[in-house]
């Protein structure tokens, strides 16, 4: 066959072309430092790329909620150790309240100084995690507790046994009377009431009477400590809910970084306490002060070093996540740079060759 300039024109065009794409393909390699540009480059490489990307975009998302979530539960650590140290301190101010050597004038000025501790506790209760309160249940943007003093006296016909109520006033109307278990003892409709005692009535015909001034308290809930025939209810009130925050910490899988208010400090009888104490000191009850006020107050700090138990494991727990996926993503990354980086020495020498 006989070779014509056309033939050899053809030839050297389409090699010229070869080499031009083969130019342009480690030019951009080069430039990109990628070795898949486009689809068109490796159809199987860029669906394990994507696949990659989304594995460790996921991850990414889930960190950023696992280290949120930690910041939660820390911040919650961080006050209940705030608060433990004021239980401490209204520790000694009780023993010390309850020597015979002082005075009333004497108890009376200690109570001003836990009069301003509960206002500091009630702060503390109160406190937030970037704008969010975290003791409010789901009710994070209003601040949980505030001092009332709505109920004003309270009163047993028959025979309670001995503990802490919760009382809610429900926002339909309705007061409920809970255990400390949450089980309801009694129910009163409360809108009608005008200047009359809230009575509630067990199962078993005893009655508990609640004076409640002419405040609205719809929404709130009150906790109430019965011990014989005294009963003493809380000047401070909870308008946050029972609610678990639940963040998604991996598909599939949640936790719960925070921890109510109405069981951290209604339940465990925090403000119960430390307003037993106020009371005793205002009456020149030194008997009180050694006796069940000191008893009620070192069961409410066990109480709260429970939940700071509770929150160190939720922290560890997180701690651990946070930490795996990170060890995760840089598994991923790994993976994904072999496929998609591109050898710079290799593309350099190529890029020279088809030069």
């Given at each position: 066959?006989?070779?014509?300039?056309?033939?050899?024109?053809?030839?050297?065009?389409?090699?010229?072309?070869?080499?031009?794409?083969?130019?342009?393909?480690?030019?951009?390699?080069?430039?990109?430092?990628?070795?898949?540009?486009?689809?068109?480059?490796?159809?199987?490489?860029?669906?394990?790329?994507?696949?990659?990307?989304?594995?460790?975009?996921?991850?990414?998302?889930?960190?950023?909620?696992?280290?949120?979530?930690?910041?939660?539960?820390?911040?919650?650590?961080?006050?209940?150790?705030?608060?433990?140290?004021?239980?401490?301190?209204?520790?000694?101010?009780?023993?010390?309240?309850?020597?015979?050597?002082?005075?009333?004038?004497?108890?009376?000025?200690?109570?001003?100084?836990?009069?301003?501790?509960?206002?500091?506790?009630?702060?503390?209760?109160?406190?937030?995690?970037?704008?969010?309160?975290?003791?409010?249940?789901?009710?994070?943007t209003e601040a949980p507790f505030v001092r009332l003093g709505s109920l004003t006296d309270a009163s047993i016909s028959g025979s309670f046994a001995d503990g802490t109520y919760i009382l809610t006033f429900e926002s339909g109307g309705k007061a409920v009377l809970k255990d400390s278990q949450g089980s309801t003892i009694a129910s009163v409709d409360y809108n009608n009431l005008t200047g009359e005692a809230l009575t509630f009535v067990d199962g078993a015909g005893n009655q508990l009477s609640i004076d409640k001034d002419a405040s609205d308290v719809a929404g709130y809930t009150f906790s109430i400590q019965i011990e014989g025939s005294n009963v003493l209810v809380s000047e401070v009130a909870y308008r946050g809910d029972s609610g678990y925050l639940e963040w998604e910490v991996t598909q599939g899988v949640t936790m719960s970084v925070n921890l109510p208010g109405d069981q951290v400090f209604l339940k465990s009888g925090v403000f119960l306490s430390l307003e037993r104490v106020l009371k005793a000191l205002k009456d020149n009850n030194a008997e009180e002060l050694s006796g069940s006020a000191l008893e009620k107050l070192d069961k409410t700090s066990e109480e709260i070093l429970s939940s700071r138990a509770v929150l160190g494991a939720k922290s560890n727990r997180l701690s651990l996540s946070i930490d795996r996926g990170s060890l995760f993503n840089i598994s991923m990354t790994k993976i994904l740079s072999k496929i998609e980086d591109v050898d710079i020495a290799a593309a350099s020498m190529e890029f020279s060759m088809a030069e």
């Open positions: 066959m006989r070779v014509t300039n056309n033939m050899l024109n053809t030839t050297v065009l389409r090699n010229l072309n070869r080499n031009l794409k083969r130019l342009n393909k480690y030019m951009e390699q080069l430039s990109s430092g990628k070795t898949v540009n486009r689809p068109s480059d490796n159809p199987v490489y860029v669906a394990r790329i994507m696949r990659l990307r989304g594995m460790i975009k996921n991850q990414e998302k889930y960190q950023q909620n696992m280290e949120d979530g930690q910041g939660f539960v820390d911040m919650s650590e961080t006050a209940l150790g705030n608060l433990s140290d004021i239980l401490n301190r209204m520790r000694e101010l009780t023993i010390y309240g309850a020597s015979g050597t002082l005075s009333e004038s004497d108890r009376q000025a200690i109570a001003a100084e836990v009069n301003e501790l509960i206002n500091e506790v009630i702060e503390i209760a109160n406190s937030s995690y970037e704008g969010r309160y975290i003791f409010a249940g789901h009710k994070t």
